[in-house]
């Protein structure tokens, strides 16, 4: 019996512990270049220069990364596994450098607007992301 009751809590263990592994979450150890903002109304595109002076790297145990322009930062991220192409994002606070960059830049407007995004969209086989916050929709390029 106390064997019985031994293999019944190994295997009950080991099923929980099983249960705490999924697919890794597409964005894991990805990176990417911002190339377009879109508002209401208005499409903003990035030049190449701009583009890769304003970028995301998910790192895992949910770090992000960031270039935003002339400055860096970080910040805490975690994400529903998509359905489909769209799933749930939260973005924490951002802590960056705050030195004043050159115009046109995205730097702040991102800084400022990621704690916002509700939502992600992965297109085109995964090679576009775009992250909806409150005032626009930030579509990147993987890199």
């Not at 293999?7 to 099983?18: F, R, V």
Request: hydrophobic residues 35%.
């Amino acid at each position: 019996m106390l064997k019985h009751t031994a293999l019944l809590a190994a295997a009950s263990l080991s099923l929980a512990a099983c249960q705490g592994f999924g697919a890794p979450h597409p964005l894991d150890g990805t990176s990417w270049r911002l190339v377009n903002v879109e508002t209401s109304g208005t499409s903003t595109s990035l030049t190449t220069e701009l583009s890769s002076r304003h970028t995301l790297t998910f790192e895992g145990g949910g770090r992000l990364a960031m270039q935003l322009d002339c400055n860096r930062g970080n910040a805490d991220w975690s994400a529903s596994q998509p359905r489909g192409e769209t799933g749930s994002i939260s973005i924490g606070p951002v802590a960056s450098t705050r030195a004043l960059c050159p115009r046109p830049t995205f730097g702040e407007e991102l800084a400022a607007e990621l704690p916002g995004a509700t939502s992600f969209t992965l297109l085109d086989d995964r090679s576009e992301l775009v992250i909806r916050a409150e005032s626009a929709d930030y579509i990147f390029a993987r890199d």
